[in-house]
């Protein structure tokens, strides 16, 4: 078949237009010159909020859908579509995080931190159960759980308004703002995935790792859930903030590791027994030993864990 090219003009324009001439080979039958022009920039329509923004890329995703299948081969519409959606993701994920830091403060990091744990933590391996589920928001009656109705309370307005632009699942939630609690502290920057359903009903009871365990037991608890040993480690330095004695209650740093490696006394205040338990072992002891002296280190690793942690037991939103 014959054919004949055809201009395409894309053409983005404030105060002036510039013409950026792409060639498309289409059949002779269809000759034609197309012109796309953006709104010019004004102010009244530049003031827009993180939640227009998020819309509008979402309407932009599908005005794509749309248009380009008549100018493009379709494998690029397919790489144009995919990289769309992940700019769409990435906007969501920045209203989550934009609310979430106007409650979380450096004081409540801690408490929200531990909301994080006492959801993932409930995962077994065997079972396929628990995990990062958003279960909890059952489960704060529980003995275990006590003192996690503040931060869930705090976090319950955060999402309030994310679902006014797009509803979030507690899952989701829980584990962007754990994150963010740890980044507000001076800790790793940590950046996990969204899409995680949400269970209809609290995971049993019992699945947490008590706070009196030696170290033994600990890690056999953490064997169950799919931690290691150095995961264990690494996941503990959480406690580098809060008011279990490691340091400032609101720096996340490795301050943790170097007063385990002092090996504080069971009848201190400091830690729980299970913090001082590590210390006794000495599979344990080699990795506080290396992140005490070596935050970055401990960040890596933290950071690692962290996403392994939330993503435990998820079950996902069906693409």
Same mark, same amino acid.
């Given at each position: 078949?014959?054919?004949?090219?055809?201009?395409?003009?894309?053409?983005?324009?404030?105060?002036?237009?510039?013409?950026?001439?792409?060639?498309?080979? /289409?059949?002779?039958?269809?000759?034609?010159?197309?012109?796309?022009?953006?709104?010019?920039?004004?102010?009244?329509?530049?003031?827009?909020?993180?939640?227009?923004?998020?819309?509008? #890329? #979402?309407?932009?995703?599908?005005?794509?859908?749309?248009?380009?299948?008549?100018?493009?081969?379709?494998?690029?519409?397919?790489? &144009?579509? &995919?990289?769309?959606?992940?700019?769409?993701?990435?906007?969501?994920?920045?209203?989550?995080?934009?609310?979430? #830091?106007?409650?979380?403060?450096? @004081?409540?990091?801690?408490?929200?931190?531990?909301?994080?744990?006492?959801?993932?933590?409930?995962?077994?391996?065997?079972?396929?159960? =628990?995990?990062?589920? @958003?279960?909890? $928001?059952?489960?704060?009656?529980?003995?275990?759980?006590?003192?996690?109705?503040?931060? /869930?309370?705090?976090?319950?307005?955060?999402?309030?308004?994310?679902?006014?632009?797009?509803?979030?699942?507690?899952?989701?939630? $829980?584990?962007?703002?754990?994150?963010?609690?740890?980044?507000?502290?001076? =800790?790793?920057?940590?950046?996990?995935?969204? @899409?995680?359903?949400?269970?209809?009903?609290?995971?049993?009871?019992?699945?947490?790792? &008590?706070?009196?365990?030696?170290?033994?037991?600990?890690?056999?608890? /953490?064997?169950?859930?799919?931690?290691?040993?150095?995961?264990?480690?690494?996941?503990?330095?959480?406690?580098? $903030?809060?008011?279990? @004695?490691?340091?400032?209650?609101?720096?996340?740093?490795?301050?943790?590791?170097?007063?385990?490696?002092?090996?504080?006394?069971?009848?201190?205040?400091?830690?729980?027994?299970?913090? #001082?338990?590590? &210390?006794? +072992?000495?599979?344990?002891?080699?990795?506080?030993?290396?992140?005490?002296?070596?935050? +970055?280190?401990?960040?890596? +690793?933290?950071?690692?864990?962290?996403?392994?942690?939330?993503?435990?037991?998820?079950?996902?939103?069906?693409?």
């Amino acid at each position: 078949m014959a054919s004949t090219t055809s201009t395409v003009s894309l053409i983005s324009s404030t105060t002036s237009s510039s013409t950026f001439p792409l060639k498309f080979n /289409f059949p002779a039958k269809s000759p034609s010159t197309v012109n796309f022009r953006a709104k010019p920039l004004t102010a009244a329509n530049a003031a827009s909020s993180g939640k227009d923004r998020v819309l509008g #890329r #979402r309407g932009l995703v599908f005005t794509l859908t749309a248009t380009l299948p008549l100018l493009l081969p379709f494998s690029e519409c397919i790489e &144009a579509f &995919a990289a769309k959606a992940v700019e769409s993701d990435l906007s969501e994920y920045e209203l989550v995080k934009e609310e979430i #830091r106007k409650v979380v403060t450096k @004081g409540k990091a801690a408490g929200v931190l531990r909301l994080v744990f006492h959801d993932a933590g409930t995962f077994q391996v065997d079972e396929n159960s =628990g995990g990062m589920n @958003g279960s909890v $928001i059952y489960e704060l009656d529980r003995p275990e759980n006590k003192g996690l109705k503040s931060p /869930f309370k705090i976090l319950e307005k955060a999402k309030s308004e994310v679902d006014t632009v797009q509803p979030v699942s507690w899952a989701d939630m $829980i584990s962007v703002a754990g994150a963010e609690a740890v980044s507000i502290c001076g =800790g790793p920057i940590i950046q996990v995935s969204l @899409g995680r359903l949400d269970s209809k009903e609290p995971d049993p009871e019992g699945k947490l790792p &008590a706070e009196s365990l030696d170290a033994f037991a600990l890690r056999q608890s /953490f064997q169950t859930k799919g931690f290691s040993t150095q995961e264990l480690v690494a996941l503990s330095g959480a406690h580098t $903030i809060g008011n279990k @004695g490691f340091g400032s209650p609101t720096v996340f740093d490795n301050t943790y590791f170097k007063i385990l490696l002092e090996k504080p006394s069971s009848g201190s205040m400091i830690g729980l027994p299970s913090d #001082r338990a590590l &210390a006794k +072992d000495d599979e344990c002891l080699r990795w506080i030993t290396k992140y005490a002296e070596d935050q +970055d280190v401990f960040f890596e +690793d933290f950071k690692k864990a962290y996403v392994k942690l939330v993503n435990s037991g998820a079950r996902w939103k069906s693409l």
